[in-house]
């Protein structure tokens, strides 16, 4: 999990660099101190950025925890693995392979749905002015 | 209401000077604006007004104040800036609000002053809506709004028009300088557009490389620009020069003539120049006047028609280049010689050094 955090910390980094600088200026012209520079004027504006970092840490964590889990098993497998090995020399066993992608998949969905907003914008943050 | 003052004002960037000390006083009530090129400092000066740059030597006084350590919501100061700069997540009555807000204004009275800025500025029916939501002049105005809504002793200005087509550009010139004229609040404006800065200012400061080089009222400059770099700086389009050489120095002025022979009498102070002494003539598109008699002669090498006027490039024997504007009327054409007069009272003569030779007579709009 900790392999994620440099992702995180340059699209983070990415993203807060992009709040244009005289935004934040103009917030100090109307009285903000820095606290409420921070907090009324940047993080709003880096909101989007937050978000689809967070969304990503999420599936990259997610995909990994399968993995994790079974570690110290002796089947240890990555949750593609874990998936695939429903279709097997032995016969394809569908509906457990179904299951499986199901549930491997709902939580991102959930998740994603309720951020798409922010991701699609998040995503396209500083592309056009 | 307002008094600023600049004492020796410096500002160096990783040891080098971008400002190299500016002394200013700005009147109360006063428009000034600060003229200059590209990179001579003006948005620095500005910034250091405000607060947002740190001032590196000197004193920022306001109101007899010393100021320099004030954070920038404490000088009294509101600032419009060139890309606007409101809060994208907010609407228009939050982008207003904001500072009152921060300022600890009671609700209602917010609520009444907004309603009454808006209004002046046709922004009512724009309350609720985001930033994003508005076209460039719309924003530009709730930037303005935004300023004023807090009342503030100064405006500053970093060319708030810069964003905007040519039409709405004059429309909002015209605008800002109603508000301005209504609201008696000391301005600082920054442009370096100089038809904004010969229609809106009290008083221009002209900016080269982080250094004064002359304040004045607009028809000041135009008419008694202090050296070459003020003279081709104001006025569109640009001032012509030529080379010429000192022939006789009276007390009704001095007379100068170009190689090939014809000579001036400029009106400007004797004691200023030497004999045989190699000068700079310079003379507006608008000084030189189109005479069948004219001893100077040139051949038109193109013809701007901008309708109401018509500018003409013509060039003389020796390929010196001249810009002479005449009336839209005029049937100039490629190719054609023609006979050109100086008018000798509108004429500006420049020393090695650059320096304007005093006129004898100020102009009577020349403050
Ligand atoms: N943060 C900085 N660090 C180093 N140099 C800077 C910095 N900000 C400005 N400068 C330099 O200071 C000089 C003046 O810049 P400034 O922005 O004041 O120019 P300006 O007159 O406003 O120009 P423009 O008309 O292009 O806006 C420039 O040469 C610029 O490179
Ligand atoms: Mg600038």
Request: hydrophobic share 45%.
């Amino acid at each position: 999990m900790l392999t994620n955090l440099p992702i995180i910390v340059w699209m983070l980094y990415t993203f807060f660099k992009e709040v244009p600088v005289p935004i934040l200026e103009a917030g100090r012209m109307d009285g903000a101190n820095r606290w409420q520079e921070i907090s009324v004027v940047l993080l709003p504006l880096a909101l989007p950025g937050i978000a689809s970092t967070a969304l990503l840490s999420l599936i990259l964590c997610w995909n990994e925890a399968f993995w994790s889990l079974n570690l110290t098993s002796s089947n240890a497998a990555p949750l593609a693995s874990f998936i695939a090995s429903f279709s097997s020399p032995e016969g394809l066993f569908f509906a457990k392979l179904s299951a499986a992608s199901t549930l491997a998949v709902a939580p991102i969905l959930v998740f994603g749905w309720f951020s798409q907003k922010q991701l699609v914008r998040g995503l396209t943050f500083g592309a056009v002015k | 209401m307002a008094k600023v003052e600049l004492r020796d004002i410096r500002k160096t960037y990783n040891a080098e000077e971008i400002i190299k000390g500016v002394s200013l006083d700005i009147e109360n009530e006063e428009f000034v604006v600060f003229v200059g090129p590209s990179g001579c400092g003006k948005s620095t000066l500005l910034r250091m007004i405000a607060g947002l740059e740190e001032i590196s030597g000197g004193d920022l006084m306001i109101d007899g104040a010393r100021v320099n350590d004030l954070e920038p919501a404490k000088r009294g100061l509101a600032m419009v800036f060139q890309s606007y700069a409101l809060y994208p997540h907010m609407n228009v009555y939050r982008n207003m609000e904001f500072g009152l807000k921060l300022a600890g204004m009671p609700e209602a009275e917010r609520r009444q002053k907004i309603t009454d800025v808006a209004r002046t500025l046709q922004l009512d029916a724009y309350l609720k809506h985001k930033p994003g939501q508005l076209s460039g002049g719309q924003r530009q105005r709730v930037a303005i709004g935004r300023a004023i809504v807090r009342n503030p002793k100064v405006f500053l200005f970093d060319e708030p028009l810069s964003n905007l087509d040519a039409a709405l550009r004059g429309q909002m010139r015209v605008e800002l300088a109603t508000l301005h004229r209504r609201l008696k609040a000391t301005t600082i404006y920054v442009t370096h557009d100089q038809v904004e800065a010969m229609t809106m200012a009290d008083k221009i400061v002209v900016l080269q490389k982080g250094v004064v080089e002359q304040v004045g009222s607009p028809l000041e400059l135009y008419h008694h620009p202090r050296n070459l770099f003020v003279a081709r700086f104001i006025g569109s389009p640009p001032m012509n020069f030529l080379p010429v050489t000192t022939r006789s120095i009276d007390p009704e002025g001095v007379t100068v003539a170009r190689d090939r022979g014809e000579s001036l009498l400029v009106p400007v102070l004797p004691g200023e120049t030497a004999s045989a002494e190699a000068l700079t003539l310079g003379v507006r598109p608008e000084h030189i006047v189109i005479d069948p008699e004219g001893d100077v002669h040139g051949t038109i090498r193109m013809v701007e028609r901008l309708g109401a006027l018509t500018l003409l490039h013509v060039t003389l024997a020796d390929d010196t280049l001249l810009i002479v504007q005449t009336d839209g009327d005029h049937g100039g054409e490629i190719d054609r010689p023609i006979r050109l007069r100086l008018q000798a009272d509108n004429c500006h003569l420049f020393d090695a050094r650059g320096i304007a030779l005093t006129k004898l007579t100020r102009h009577r709009l020349a403050r």
